[in-house]
């Protein structure tokens, strides 16, 4: 890098694109893992309930993230027993816990699923205070388990970095600073001020990191004026929105999530926030869309944890995303966020390891053979493509992000389906065999290997 | 003198009951239901400790957290930074350390009582909470800190076995004869004439003063072995739960803490014990079959104080002298 490279070269040479045109040459090549398999089971498969256990938030000011989660599982798990279960045979039986319960209740309900319920596949998980804490146990009690967020590095980085037992399907939270720094670098260059409110617990400060260490690459210059760092949980905003206003910041970011980000923006408004600088959050509208008023402020880059949202890939490109859609409001009246999508994945990702497994072991197959299917598993869901690296269990899909608009189509604001942003993943992940860093892998490695454009 | 040696006689031979259920149960139950025990013991420690503030010497400590908290993260730090694993350091290091608070803490609460008392306990525990929730690069922050499983009296798990039978078998017998010691001490500490002078002070400070107690001085001494009491029970906590974060520090766990000793009956020496093993049960059952757990721990609360102040073993002890006398 001994030349100077300019942002737009580099943003180019990352394959960011905007709006719809990336995923057309995809689409159609593949079918859905929705698909049953046509083939009978071998062997005999016993008939015995598969039990499993599912764990999001169904109280609190985190529920209108989480408890959609449940509702994407439950959709997977009703097609799946529609067809007669798994292999035909187990029809799936959910048991559910409430993640507002604290960590350490989390950690007793866990064991008592497994022990005491005898459950075979864990699912779920919301927040990253709770998969560094799960995910220990859960290889303790060898127990079979898809994280479906919980996104934290510091889950395989530091608590469980050689995972045999559990996987998570969900993008890896370092590419939800750092799709926030390039959407925020391709549309606004000319930010030099930065005001922060993250949530004061290591998803916040994992944001506010990746974020900073991206946007120092990519926009030189910039500095942060101001930093707020509320409680997960808060709904009063007021002290640190009046704060980030008195920083006379040219962008504010942030990455308050759920009931607290529905609140936070409402406090906003009456500030006229949204008037005195440009916005660019990680994770705004990775509640249940229909939580987002049309009040919300239209063209900031209103965050989606990096993973999905309903509108897009846009209808009849990519079917995969209309049909899941169309059953998930037939079911539910309501539209899908990225947990819902993340879950209703997660299950169909694992009846197709199972069915793999079976092929090749005939009856039904231990839990050894269906980690070896899920394992380097690539399949598409309705977000794209997605890919379980073998060596850290971790799902990867392309990070997207986008901006806000109302239309006419739906009584909430939406993100503008044609000007969607799209970074493949491994441009902003930190590729396998990368040494473990501090805080996280991909931020040495961003700091490492990307240069300072000129 | 006749209805004492019946009574104590009754008293040994359900104890001796009790016991011999205790040692067997890891055979009888399946591991889960074991390790919940343990979770209820370990608690239990905790609330006897407790209880010596609220039941023998009249002051509601609200901040208790401090103390169960401070016992676990002093394992997690000998952990992290002495990479020692030995149960029996994480013990004595969580003792001193909740002790060391204590006795900080107590230097300053002691000098006030009733509500003054317990305000200044629940704000003091809160500092040390948000010391962990900040210092996140010595604490782990909200993710905390892991500890691994312990070797108990020099013997380490063997390699490959089963952490949930290590921890329903061996480490469950561990926590009971530690459980069993405390209890003893306990008992001998409240009916030893410090224990008695403790209930005087409860009972009329002014007229304790005047026989010659040294009333804060008791007192201090009382947060103490109350603090390293319930320190002792989160460094045997922290091993079970594989992990220690924040929330144990939190004043919403004080308030467990108080739930526990209200729960099985302050006024009586083995009614925390029983409200910590009880309460261990309700909120692990609730959280695990309805989304309404809050709701049924709010109604059983109500419904304690409403109609039940004595508690448990209160309420228990009255219905069985009621059916004496009626008999």
């Known amino acids: 890098m001994a030349e100077d490279t300019s942002r737009r070269d580099f943003l180019k040479s990352l394959g960011v694109t905007v709006g719809g045109a990336a ?51 439950i959709l997977a798990a009703e097609e799946i027993n529609a067809q007669g279960g798994l292999l035909g045979k187990r029809k799936i039986e959910t048991i559910k816990a409430d993640e507002a319960a604290g960590t350490d209740a989390n950690v007793k309900e866990m064991r008592r699923m497994k ?5 075979e596949l864990f699912t779920g998980v919301t927040s990253s205070g709770n998969t560094p804490a799960l995910g220990p146990v859960a290889e303790e009690l060898k127990l079979m388990t898809i994280f479906v967020d919980g996104c934290t590095d510091f889950l395989w980085d530091k608590a469980v970095p050689n995972p045999h037992y ?126 987002i008023g049309k009040d919300h402020p239209q063209g900031v880059i209103a965050g989606i944890h990096s993973n999905y949202y309903f509108t897009y890939p846009t209808s009849n490109r990519w079917p995969l995303n209309d049909t899941f859609v169309k059953k998930y409001y037939d079911r539910w009246k309501e539209y899908p966020n990225f947990q819902s999508e993340g879950a209703y994945v997660a299950m169909h990702m694992f009846t197709m390891a199972v069915e793999r497994a079976n092929k090749l072991t005939g009856g039904w197959p231990d839990d050894d053979a269906i980690i070896s299917q899920l394992e380097g598993l690539s399949f598409s ?71 300072k454009v000129a | 003198m006749t209805m004492v040696t019946v009574l104590s006689r009754r008293l040994l031979l359900s104890a001796a009951v009790i016991l011999a259920l205790l ?10 239901q074991t390790i919940l025990l343990s979770y209820g013991l370990i608690f239990a420690i905790a609330a006897l400790g407790f209880n010596l503030l609220l039941g023998y010497t009249g002051l509601l400590s609200f901040g208790h957290s401090a103390y169960f908290g401070m016992g676990a993260y002093a394992v997690a730090f000998i952990v992290k930074y002495l990479k020692i694993t030995s149960m029996e350091v994480f013990l004595i290091g969580g003792i001193l350390a909740s002790a060391a608070v204590a006795a900080l803490f107590g230097f300053l609460c002691v000098r006030y009582t009733r509500i003054f008392f317990g305000i200044l306990t629940l704000a003091l525990s809160q500092v040390l909470w948000s010391l962990a929730f900040k210092f996140f690069w010595v604490t782990g922050g909200t993710d905390g800190l892991r500890v691994p499983t312990p070797s108990l009296l020099g013997m380490q798990m063997a390699p490959g076995q089963d952490k949930m039978t290590f921890l329903a078998h061996r480490y469950y017998y561990y926590v009971l004869i530690i459980f069993l010691a405390g209890l003893a001490v306990m008992w001998v500490i409240v009916h030893s004439p410090f224990g008695k002078a ?35 029970a989160g460094a045997l906590w922290v091993p079970l739960n594989g992990l220690t974060t924040p929330e144990i520090l939190h004043w919403t766990f004080s308030g467990k803490i108080v739930f526990f000793t209200v729960l099985g009956g ?57 059916l004496r006398r009626a008999a």
């Open chain 1, 23 to 73: 995923i057309t040459a995809a689409a159609g090549v593949v079918s859905g893992p929705a698909k049953a398999e046509a083939q009978q089971p071998k062997g005999t498969i016993p008939d015995k309930p598969f039990k499993v256990g599912h764990m999001t938030f169904f109280t609190g000011a985190a529920a209108v993230l989480g408890e959609p989660m449940y509702k994407g599982h």
């Open chain 1, 381 to 451: 869901g309705p977000a794209g493509y997605i890919h379980i690296r073998p060596d850290n269990h971790q799902g990867y899909k392309d990070a997207v992000t986008g901006f806000s608009i109302n239309t006419s189509d739906y009584d909430f604001q939406i993100l503008d389906p044609k000007r969607m942003i799209t970074i493949p993943i491994r441009n902003i992940t930190a590729p396998p065999g990368w040494p473990k860093g501090e805080p996280t892998s991909t931020y040495t490695w961003i700091e490492k290997t990307w240069p």
């Open chain 2, 23 to 32: 040692v067997i149960l890891p055979s009888a139950l399946d591991p889960y």
């Open chain 1, 115 to 119: 022990l005491s319920e005898n459950i």
């Open chain 2, 198 to 232: 403790l209930q005087a002070i409860r009972d009329n400070e002014t007229r304790a003063e005047f026989v010659g107690v040294q009333v804060r001085k008791y007192r201090f001494v009382a947060f103490l072995i109350s603090g390293a009491y319930t320190g002792l």
């Open chain 1, 166 to 291: 559990i996987f998570r399907i969900t993008n890896m939270q370092s590419a939800d600073g750092v799709t926030a720094a390039v959407g925020t670098a391709m549309t606004w260059p000319q930010v030099r001020k930065i005001a922060h409110i993250h949530p004061d617990y290591s998803y916040g400060r994992n944001a506010f990191d990746h974020f900073t260490v991206a946007i120092n690459k990519l926009v030189p210059g910039t500095k942060v004026v101001s930093e707020g760092w509320p409680k997960l949980g808060t709904t009063d905003f007021t002290s640190h929105i009046t704060k980030a206003i008195s920083a006379k910041p040219d962008l504010l970011v942030s990455s308050v999530w759920g009931g607290d980000y529905v609140a936070m923006y409402k406090q906003a408004l009456r500030y006229d926030l949204f008037k005195k600088m440009k916005f660019t959050s990680m994770i705004a509208f990775g509640v249940a869309p229909h939580a």
């Open chain 2, 266 to 322: 302050f006024q009586t020496f083995v009614g925390p014990i029983i409200g910590a093993v009880v309460y261990n049960y309700l909120e692990t059952y609730a959280v695990g079959h309805t989304v309404y757990w809050q709701l049924v721990l709010g109604i059983v609360l109500v419904v304690l104080v409403l109609a039940l102040p004595a508690g448990i073993v209160g309420t228990a002890k009255r219905l069985g002298l009621r």
